[in-house]
């Protein structure tokens, strides 16, 4: 069988799953199919096609120029965009000036990005664009060199695009790039045929009918079971890593995956044992528990992390755990992680949080101070936001004054008025907080240095007592 016989076979197929992946996904959760609903315009004629070619010096992939010719060009999405990953594949010449201006030939030249860049190769290729003194004509120059020999092929949402590699060693290959030029990664797929079908194939399998973005493309696909077979068989590290990760981006596991996963953790160590920590906490939470808890000794941030992502309704099973190594945690990553378990526990926590309220680290203490501003009964815990008032951040003072938001005890006066004399004029937005602190007590930055504090009463509370006296 010929190349040109088996990508004619692929066509039909893709034909079939077109249909399965819109009957599949008949709530269009898919990401984008709301935009794309799955429709895919008039095929282009050969003649079409060439000319593109021609006007451009160039030979578009075998496999893309199919998908033109038997499957469809444009259709209704962004930029008038058919039926694709994210929000769709654009019509044949659409956008080719997204990446750089293509009346300087960028689009026939070499491309120089590969799979696997190291991030010193992508810094040194960006290196030049990002001096502030660079000409706009170099900066053009400098962009086409960095994306040259690739074909915009359609937007993922904000800077993000997938384009096509039309020369060298990765011709055919699909590419995502982040126009704000975060480091490009290639898709796993050999072809754009063989990258369009994997997107049906994994809208029929139910992985990508979900609430949340998907990114599709940026993990290996495949099933599960084929997946880890792979990560049996590879030989170096990252790659068995991007095994793990596409079975981590799954929608479901059967049992006899989830039984190989818990084995593997068990002789794992590193890395590879986190992935498989965290996918047995994202997939079967109850098989997973003891060895969280286990591993807490080792990791508590990842702990923390694996039980928000994927179980944060069990966050309670976490109170003791908490408590335990409350007094351990010293980094502001994993303080966040622990508060946010807290939070979602309906209790008050804030005893687990006052210590760190008065923390070397100035980000732990925002931290802390926010979090106690999210309690019920924040009254309570007056002194505390005392000391955040008389912190020597300005963004602590600032969290502060936001956390005690509908606390009105006059108490806080006489620091109110200290922030008011420091910040005489405005810093760090200081005093546009205050000044929504004081609007409670019929007070400003201004009218506040002319009271006194010791005898004032607000009026707004003694228009409150006469009418409760009369």
Same mark, same amino acid.
């Given at each position: 069988?010929?190349?040109?016989?088996?990508?004619?076979?692929?066509?039909?197929?893709?034909?079939?799953?077109?249909?399965?992946?819109?009957?599949?996904?008949?709530?269009?959760?898919?990401?984008?199919?709301?935009?794309?609903?799955?429709?895919?315009?008039?095929?282009?004629?050969?003649?079409?096609?060439?000319?593109?070619?021609?006007?451009?010096?160039?030979?578009?992939?075998?496999?893309?120029?199919?998908?033109?010719?038997?499957?469809?060009?444009?259709?209704?999405?962004?930029?008038?965009?058919?039926?694709?990953?994210?929000?769709?594949?654009?019509?044949?010449?659409?956008?080719?000036?997204?990446?750089?201006?293509?009346?300087?030939?960028?689009?026939?030249?070499?491309?120089?990005?590969?799979?696997?860049?190291?991030?010193?190769?992508?810094?040194?290729?960006?290196?030049?664009?990002?001096?502030?003194?660079?000409?706009?004509?170099?900066?053009?120059?400098?962009?086409?060199?960095?994306?040259?020999?690739?074909?915009?092929?359609?937007?993922?949402?904000?800077?993000?695009?997938?384009?096509?590699?039309?020369?060298?060693?990765?011709?055919?290959?699909?590419?995502?790039?982040?126009?704000?030029?975060?480091?490009?990664?290639?898709?796993?797929?050999?072809?754009?045929?063989?990258?369009?079908?994997?997107?049906?194939?994994?809208?029929?399998?139910?992985?990508?009918?979900?609430?949340?973005?998907?990114?599709?493309?940026?993990?290996?696909?495949?099933?599960?079971?084929?997946?880890?077979?792979?990560?049996?068989?590879?030989?170096?590290?990252?790659? =068995?890593?991007?095994?793990?990760?596409?079975?981590?981006?799954?929608?479901?596991?059967?049992?006899?995956?989830?039984?190989?996963?818990?084995?593997?953790?068990?002789?794992?160590?590193?890395?590879?044992?986190?992935?498989?920590?965290?996918?047995?906490?994202?997939?079967?939470?109850?098989?997973?528990?003891?060895?969280?808890?286990?591993?807490?000794?080792?990791?508590?941030?990842?702990?923390?992390?694996?039980?928000?992502?994927?179980?944060?309704?069990?966050?309670?099973?976490?109170?003791?755990?908490?408590?335990?190594?409350?007094?351990?945690?010293?980094?502001?990553?994993?303080?966040?992680?622990?508060?946010?378990?807290?939070?979602?526990?309906?209790?008050?926590?804030?005893?687990?949080?006052?210590?760190?309220?008065?923390?070397?680290?100035?980000?732990?203490?925002?931290?802390?101070?926010?979090?106690?501003?999210?309690?019920?009964?924040?009254?309570?815990?007056?002194?505390?936001?005392?000391?955040?008032?008389?912190? =020597?951040?300005?963004?602590?003072?600032?969290?502060?004054?936001?956390?005690?938001?509908?606390?009105?005890?006059?108490?806080?006066?006489?620091?109110?008025?200290?922030?008011?004399?420091?910040?005489?004029?405005?810093?760090?937005?200081?005093?546009?907080?205050?000044?929504?602190?004081?609007?409670?007590?019929?007070?400003?930055?201004?009218?506040?240095?002319?009271?006194?504090?010791?005898?004032?009463?607000?009026?707004?509370?003694?228009?409150?007592?006469?009418?409760?006296?009369?």
């Amino acid at each position: 069988m010929t190349m040109n016989q088996e990508i004619l076979n692929q066509i039909e197929r893709i034909k079939t799953k077109l249909i399965s992946a819109k009957n599949a996904d008949q709530y269009l959760k898919v990401f984008g199919a709301d935009s794309h609903k799955y429709i895919v315009g008039k095929t282009l004629t050969v003649a079409e096609i060439s000319q593109f070619e021609k006007n451009f010096d160039i030979e578009l992939p075998e496999s893309y120029k199919a998908f033109l010719q038997h499957i469809g060009n444009g259709g209704v999405s962004y930029d008038s965009s058919c039926a694709g990953p994210f929000y769709g594949i654009y019509p044949l010449g659409k956008n080719i000036n997204e990446l750089f201006d293509e009346t300087l030939g960028h689009l026939k030249a070499k491309c120089i990005l590969f799979p696997n860049m190291s991030d010193e190769y992508w810094d040194n290729l960006t290196k030049a664009i990002d001096e502030d003194d660079i000409s706009d004509d170099n900066y053009e120059l400098e962009l086409g060199k960095i994306f040259s020999g690739i074909l915009p092929l359609g937007s993922q949402g904000c800077s993000y695009i997938h384009g096509l590699v039309l020369n060298g060693e990765f011709k055919g290959k699909v590419v995502n790039i982040d126009i704000d030029r975060q480091k490009p990664k290639f898709t796993f797929e050999a072809t754009f045929l063989d990258w369009y079908e994997r997107w049906l194939d994994e809208i029929i399998s139910g992985d990508l009918i979900i609430d949340t973005p998907s990114w599709f493309g940026y993990g290996m696909g495949g099933t599960a079971k084929d997946l880890l077979q792979s990560y049996f068989s590879a030989q170096e590290f990252n790659a =068995k890593k991007d095994c793990l990760n596409a079975i981590l981006k799954k929608a479901n596991l059967d049992i006899e995956i989830l039984n190989k996963i818990e084995e593997q953790y068990q002789l794992s160590s590193g890395e590879l044992k986190e992935i498989f920590l965290q996918i047995m906490t994202k997939f079967d939470y109850e098989r997973a528990y003891d060895y969280l808890v286990t591993y807490t000794k080792e990791n508590l941030l990842v702990v923390l992390q694996f039980v928000f992502w994927y179980a944060k309704d069990k966050s309670a099973d976490w109170l003791e755990t908490i408590e335990l190594n409350i007094g351990k945690i010293n980094n502001e990553e994993t303080f966040r992680f622990c508060t946010y378990l807290l939070k979602e526990i309906d209790m008050d926590f804030g005893y687990l949080i006052v210590p760190f309220a008065s923390y070397e680290n100035e980000n732990i203490r925002v931290s802390a101070f926010y979090t106690l501003g999210q309690l019920k009964n924040k009254a309570e815990y007056l002194d505390t936001f005392v000391l955040g008032l008389n912190d =020597k951040s300005n963004t602590v003072i600032n969290t502060t004054l936001q956390a005690l938001q509908n606390i009105i005890d006059k108490k806080l006066l006489v620091h109110y008025k200290n922030i008011a004399e420091q910040f005489p004029v405005e810093q760090d937005y200081i005093l546009v907080n205050l000044n929504h602190r004081l609007k409670d007590y019929n007070l400003s930055n201004t009218s506040i240095l002319n009271i006194d504090i010791e005898n004032f009463e607000n009026s707004s509370q003694k228009e409150k007592k006469k009418w409760f006296r009369f």
